[in-house]
Nanobody, 123 residues
Framework: QVQLVESGGGLAQAGGSLRLSCAASGHITTYALTWFRRAPGKGREFVAGIAWRGGRTKYADSVTGRFTISRDSAKKMVYLQMNSLKVEDTAVYYC?????????????????WGQGTQVTVSS
């Protein structure tokens, strides 16, 4: 069984930065770790993902060039460095696992969701 715990959310000004962390437990070596977000009144959308084996990454168009996903294999941690934040990045951010290891942007193909961490960006 995989468990994921997010941390690092908070309040930032537009143009600022935040780093989110996701602590994983259980077997994840063949999986991909993903970040999704849910903005107020909207559905959950894919943000970024990283394949645990090999480190291949994938990003949503809306965050490409501003966000960076990385992992620390020894600590079983995944990070989301968010720079040049925009008001529209305000959302609850969730860490999840894609058991296929392919970094699926489809919510239903991801599992073991964390509890989420709130990110609020003010203008």
């Amino acid at each position: 069984q995989v468990q994921l715990v997010e941390s690092g959310g908070g309040l930032a000004q537009a143009g600022g930065s935040l780093r989110l962390s996701c602590a994983a437990s259980g077997h994840i070596t063949t999986y991909a770790l993903t970040w999704f977000r849910r903005a107020p009144g909207k559905g959950r959308e894919f943000v970024a993902g990283i394949a645990w084996r090999g480190g291949r990454t994938k990003y949503a168009d809306s965050v490409t060039g501003r966000f960076t996903i990385s992992r620390d294999s020894a600590k079983k941690m995944v990070y989301l460095q968010m720079n040049s934040l925009k008001v529209e990045d305000t959302a609850v951010y969730y860490c999840a696992v894609d058991p296929s290891g392919l970094i699926s942007a489809v919510e239903e193909r991801n599992r073991y969701w964390g509890q989420g961490t709130q990110v609020t960006v003010s203008s």
